[in-house]
């Protein structure tokens, strides 16, 4: 039976002889149903539509689906002697990517900003011998395969390693999660956040939203939240959900100008 693969979100859900009826991920409030309809890929469709890529964005290697598939979103792999961390996950894993990423280190473990971006996770997991991935546990409801491999965890912080660390900052979703990287930026810091806060076109500053597509603005007190999370963080760099969407230095006055101007826009 295939594995199905939303169209529109790139979500993964479990081998049925035929796809769901509905993706709980995109029938809610936060995303939406495409306009043509709910509709769903078998794996082997999808990798032979969309093969992984893999290049170079500002210093990691990224992963992504081209054509552009779904929200268009792209994994980070963050190296460690033991193996890399992925942050957030793309829709597919083929054998050409999981050699590359091998090449690489290996993955030990996954980590994913919000359900968003769940993609395969279950599939690159099992690729790398069952490696762990952390899935914030207020987000539980929105998994839509599930696997033995995943790990919710709970409360606002965990650390993968001595320089890798979780941060459930909420927001975008309940467990909205951001990544702190020590030795990124050439040892100043790095700051993963995905859409938490989304790196602007100007790549100067950022801004939050509790749906983007659909137009709701996150609140104040849910933007403090945030900012509280990421105040005591060091780094120089922000790392964003797509392509070249990074803030590549001085980020975090960055970081706190957007902040403040955020705050004062919707006052």
Known sequence: MPLWTCYQCGAQFPDTPAPPDVCKICNEERQFVSWRGQSFLSRDELA???PVVWREDDGL???SLEPSFAIGQRALLIPEPDGCVMWDCIPLATDAAVAHVRGLGGLKAIAVSHPHFYGAVADWSAA???APIYLHGDDSAFVTRPHRA?????GDR??????IVLLRTGGHFPGAT???WRKGAEGKGALFTGDIAMVAMDRRHVSFMYSYPNYIPLGPAA????????APLAFDRIYGAWWQKNIADDAKPAFDRSVQRYLQAIA
């Open 48 to 50: 032979a539509r969309h």
């Open 61 to 63: 290697t990224g992963l």
């Open 128 to 130: 790398f011998a069952g």
């Open 150 to 154: 995943i790990m919710p965890w709970t």
């Open 158 to 163: 965990l650390a993968i390693s001595d320089d």
């Open 178 to 180: 951001v990544l702190h």
């Open 223 to 230: 933007v403090r939240r945030i900012a509280a999370a990421v």
